[in-house]
């Protein structure tokens, strides 16, 4: 539970995440945008492939609407994600390279999020993730 | 392999390049801190294709911002 400063002004939300190999001692720290549009958390093949995980053996295939058409993208379950000081072990994750111009590795989704509340105060330019009120989630 | 240094310091001398850094420090928050800096490209996949070669802690980050003329808008899920 904690606080990160953002830029209001800034085009997108931009916060950094940890995604655990399978081998342990395998980290790989990440620039993501924060998307309340998006479902899932999405992070690049190349990324999960030096993690020791192997999307195209996934049964599991997500479609996704871009902005150049429907593609679809495999979901696997990673060790732990960690993001805005909150980890959670046996994650999905879609696996997915966003634009190289978008200048970030991925998307942290609701799929993430929602097991916790978000508050977003643009004023003071904070992002505050907590546990939920009841703890459920 | 090279020196430790914070990661506002790699930004500032590769300016608008990918970087990839090894051995880092990261706070409770998760944003990194310090890291041994191992690459920097214009191109973001010749930084993940470096990563390969790289066990333990490993980070990648843009060093610069989006243009303030881009409007962006990501995908969803259906």
Request: hydrophobic letters at 40%; glycine letters at 10%; charged letters at 30%.
């Amino acid at each position: 539970m904690g606080i990160v400063n953002f830029d209001p002004n800034d085009s997108v939300l931009l916060v950094d995440a940890e995604v655990e190999g399978l081998i342990g001692g395998e980290v790989r720290n990440l620039r993501m945008v924060l998307d309340t549009g998006s479902s899932s958390t999405i992070i690049p093949w190349d990324v999960v492939m030096t993690l020791g995980y192997d999307p195209a053996k996934s049964a599991s295939r997500k479609r996704l609407i871009t902005g150049s058409g429907i593609e679809f993208a495999p979901e696997i379950k990673v060790k732990a994600f960690s993001s805005l000081g909150e980890r959670i072990e046996n994650f999905d994750v879609l696996c997915h390279d966003l634009p190289e111009e978008s200048r970030v590795d991925g998307l942290l989704g609701l799929s993430f999020l929602r097991y916790f509340d978000l508050s977003i105060r643009f004023s003071r330019g904070e992002i505050e993730l907590r546990p939920r009120e009841g703890g459920s989630g | 392999m090279g020196k430790m240094e914070t990661i506002e310091e790699m930004i500032e001398a590769h300016p608008n390049e990918w970087l990839l850094f090894v051995d880092y420090e990261a706070d409770e928050m998760n944003r990194p801190k310090r890291g041994i800096l191992v690459a920097h490209s214009k191109d973001r996949s010749e930084i993940y294709k470096q990563m390969k070669k790289y066990k333990g802690k490993v980070g990648v980050r843009y060093a610069g911002k989006l243009p303030k003329d881009v409007e962006v808008m990501f995908l969803w899920e259906l």
